[in-house]
């Protein structure tokens, strides 16, 4: 794990908010460039628009995160615990994790106060990174695809006033719940700056041997093609024009039902209900994993009261521990990634606080899972 002593200096991008709550640590808020006033529409281009990636390779360090639901402060442990997050000497957050690259597994929104605080921090953490080698992404989760899609019944209060801070509203105008909805659906339907930001996100990424995806990855999706799921989700969320003049429809095998890549829990129960489940579950895995010439899958979605765990002899690992205090406000946990040793494997460990005790932790192989307990 690289040293995360030193400090860096922080150059500031946007506009951030540092705030101080009695009994609590540090978090950061920002706002992108807002006007004055709210419009009726959102605009239907995104400047300076980056299509996701889908096939990454790095020869560093990988962390997963998983769900964090408008948290930021269990975002900002999460980020420390993987050993890529410092503050400098006023409390800004500063990337320390060299050339590791940070995967985020969706479900960035909804269910907590602090979503575009959030966003904004893993922004500015993976602008940082790549000075350095590294990477932070954010993948599309089914929180963020209802949202794009208007529905906002998961928003908390806070989050709808953040929303609405960042969509430009004040005074009087900030106390109305009806302006306060339009706000959040001027900045979040398709073509919205909130939805350009997240069209910037894949839906599935695949980085060394390793997939990672919101809920999961079936054969059918591979063979409809990774990189045309993810370019369809963006295109949806940009607002973009289809060559016949009309805006593309959101795409089902990723968010449209219960196998879609953004909503599938076949990998995300924590103990399956018989055999026969395991069996489908594990034999549809194996499946996927041939086809992409990968060895493991990473996914959220689905909260794991016991915390991290992993089924499939290691090839499903569920890293949705509930850790927002919308959810089971359990103690982070995240995922790290060693690159391929001698013998050709990764080395997979749960890193964890000292508070966890390491009975929830399971370890089907033991030559190939290591448990880390930081001091």
Known sequence: MPDCKSSQQFSNQGSYLRTRQPHQTRAWTGAFTAPSTVENQPSTTCAEFVPPPTFLRTSGRIIAIGDIHGDVQKAITSLKLGGVLVEDSCGRPVWCGGNTVVVQLGDVLDRGDSEIGAIILLRE???????????????????????????????????????????????????????????????????????????????????????????????????????????EVAAWMRGAHMADGTKPRPPYLAMGGPDSVMWN????????????????????????????????????????????????????????????????DAAPQVLEIEPEDASGKSIIRVLCPPTVPRALLPAPDLAQLRTHYPL
């Open 125 to 231: 953490l993976d602008r940082q990174a790549r000075l350095q080698g590294g990477a932070v992404y954010m993948l599309n989760g089914n929180h963020e695809s209802l949202n794009v899609a208007g529905n906002f019944r998961y928003v908390t209060p806070g989050g709808f006033r953040e929303s609405a801070l960042v969509a430009g509203l004040r005074g009087e105008a900030l106390e109305s719940m009806e302006k306060r909805m339009r706000a959040r659906l001027h900045l979040y339907s398709p073509g919205g700056r909130l939805a350009c930001e997240l069209a910037k996100n894949p839906t599935v990424l695949l980085v060394n041997d390793t997939v990672f995806a919101h809920g999961g990855v079936l054969p059918v999706h591979v063979k409809y093609g990774l990189e045309r799921l993810n370019a």
């Open 265 to 328: 829990r076949q990998f995300g129960h924590e103990r399956f209900s018989n055999l026969h489940q395991k069996y489908q579950a594990c034999g549809a895995l194996d499946a996927t994993l041939r086809l992409l010439g990968a060895r493991q899958l990473i996914v959220g979605h689905t909260p794991q009261p016991n915390g991290a765990n992993c089924e499939c002899n290691g090839r499903v690992w569920r890293m949705d521990v509930g850790m927002s205090k919308g959810v089971l």
